[in-house]
């Protein structure tokens, strides 16, 4: 769906992306780890060509990534990117004119709009804040408001950059299924956390990043077995993986050849040994 084929980055004179090269397939949920400063940011910028390679290239659905106006736009409405700071995300007054914007400049009826808008305040839990003014919204309100304005477009890849940093738990479950849906609906999802536990639960493939570079990809069990690409890259074992690991070592877990990922199932392993 998207390959980077070693693309390089820089800020001035800092490296944010070193030779990066990814292939990200269609459909699946990647979650995006590494320390901050890894380049997390700076690689998903380059997904919807906000940010240019400097040298490398980017391809979606097979084609070389244009940077004219029309191809970009063509690009920003398949590849949807909620940005870590919903700061710089909203510009409109109110949370409806700021999620209307995407679906109004599709071309679609105001009809059309206008459902698209409310049902993506709806699975935010933002219906209410509707006509509120974005710039009173609290942080959390405002990540669920740029959410929402990503939504709206239903785009092909939802890139989410630390999309639940700072969101209660409810609202973070709230998300998450939304995301899930997203998902469901045939949508590819590219999401940085620091939520070591969430991507092993959540994700098709872990990519870890460090020092602008990919130090790993693979399915969730392939990383997070993988001990010295968690050592080198400050990871540690997600606690269901881990507890698991260990009571199988020592006997006390027998393995039927399904490693839990979530907690509820590592419970049902211990409720049936
Ligand atoms: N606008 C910028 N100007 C200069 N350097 C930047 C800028 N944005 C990021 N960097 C640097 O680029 C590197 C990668 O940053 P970033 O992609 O934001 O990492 P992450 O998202 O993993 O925390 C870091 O060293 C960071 O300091
Ligand atoms: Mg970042």
Not at 91 to 112: C, I, K, R, Y
Not at 255 to 262: A, S, Y
């Amino acid at each position: 769906m998207i390959e980077a084929r070693e693309i390089t980055f820089k800020y001035d004179s800092v490296t944010a992306l070193n030779n990066v090269s990814l292939f990200i397939e269609k459909g699946l949920k990647y979650a995006l780890l590494g320390p901050n400063g890894a380049g997390k940011t700076t690689l998903l910028m380059h997904l919807n060509g906000i940010l240019r390679p400097l040298s490398g290239k980017i391809f979606y659905g097979g084609s070389e990534i244009k940077y004219g106006r029309e191809a970009l736009y063509e690009l920003r409405r398949r590849v949807g990117v909620v940005f870590q700071d919903p700061e710089v995300q909203l510009f409109s007054a109110t949370v409806a004119e700021d999620v209307s914007f995407g679906p109004m400049n599709m071309g679609l009826s105001s009809d059309e709009v206008k459902k698209r808008v409310d049902s993506a305040l709806y699975a935010c839990g933002i219906y209410n804040l509707k006509e509120r003014p974005t710039h009173f919204l609290s942080h959390g309100q405002k990540k669920l408001a740029a959410i929402a304005g990503v939504i709206a477009m239903s785009p092909e890849v939802v890139v989410l950059d630390e999309p639940i940093a700072g969101l209660d738990h409810i609202h973070r479950e709230m998300v998450l299924n939304i995301f899930s849906g997203l998902n469901r609906g045939g949508a590819t999802l590219i999401m940085s956390t620091h939520d070591i536990d969430l991507a092993y639960e959540w994700a098709d493939r872990v990519i870890v990043m460090r020092e602008g570079t990919v130090a790993g990809v693979g399915t969730p069990l392939e990383v997070f077995s993988d001990d010295k690409l968690l050592k080198e890259t400050a990871l540690y074992k997600p606690i269901v993986l881990d507890v698991y690991q260990r009571l199988l070592n020592r006997g006390m877990l027998k393995d039927n050849g399904t490693v839990p990922r979530q907690r509820t199932e590592l419970l049902s392993l211990l409720g049936q040994s």
